[in-house]
T-cell receptor, first 111, second 114 residues
């Protein structure tokens, strides 16, 4: 079993719609969770981080964490063509000092 | 403020050649990481250094060695390159072993082994 599983892509949504990205993890020692966006040929950049159960909102982005279910998600409201990228979820185990990434979900927002 | 700097940006090697990928950060971060990313895949951890003086294997360490030269620098060495090591390599750093810290990435090194 992979340590991090992301919903398989690619995901395509029309402009203005809500894009939903999901991720499950197996390491119960994980303490923080991150969503990165990666444009083709570029390095990942942080979109959202979340450490406590519940929702965290930042502009058009909402991250949701459920540690009991070992599940984290990212919602993108009012999707824009500029949101078209690969989204990587990652968890961080502080005790081990390492991050583990999922394989990513490629999102395409069609005008 | 340069952040995380990787050299070189591009490299072509012949099978069996060796090379070292360099990574330096100027943010006084404790932890540093090397990842590889194959086409259509996420980042896979090769090696990491939680703090200066320590290194640990990640998910895919075979064929690689690392050196944490000092707090700023963390190098990745391929002793005998193989075509399976063709990939994009990312170095990253993180301030300290604390929950609410994000990783900062270098721009990547695109390596082709022929």
């Amino acid at each position: 079993q992979k340590e991090v599983e992301q919903n398989s892509g690619p995901l395509s949504v029309p402009e203005g719609a809500i894009a939903s990205l999901n991720c499950t993890y197996s390491d119960r020692g994980s303490q923080s969770f991150f969503w990165y966006r990666q444009y083709s040929g570029k390095s990942p950049e942080l979109i959202m981080s979340i450490y406590s159960n519940g929702d965290k909102e930042d502009g058009r982005f909402t991250a949701q964490l459920n540690k009991a279910s070992q599940y984290v998600s990212l919602l993108i409201r009012d999707s824009q063509p500029s949101d078209s990228a690969t989204y990587l979820c990652a968890f961080y185990n502080t005790n081990a000092g390492k991050s583990t990434f999922g394989d990513g979900t490629t999102l395409t927002v069609k005008p | 403020n340069a952040g995380v700097t990787q050299t070189p940006k591009f490299q072509v090697l012949k099978t069996g050649q060796s090379m070292t990928l360099q990574c330096a950060q100027d943010m006084n971060h404790n932890s540093m990481y090397w990842y590889r990313q194959d086409p259509g895949m996420g980042l896979r951890l090769i090696y990491y250094s939680a703090s200066e003086g320590t290194t640990d294997k990640g998910e895919v360490p075979n064929g690689y060695n690392v050196s944490r030269l000092n707090k700023r620098e963390f190098s990745l060495r391929l002793e005998s390159a193989a075509p399976s090591q063709t990939s994009v390599y990312f170095c990253a750093s993180r301030p300290i072993l604390r929950v609410n810290t994000e990783a900062f990435f270098g721009q990547g090194t695109r390596l082709t082994v022929v």
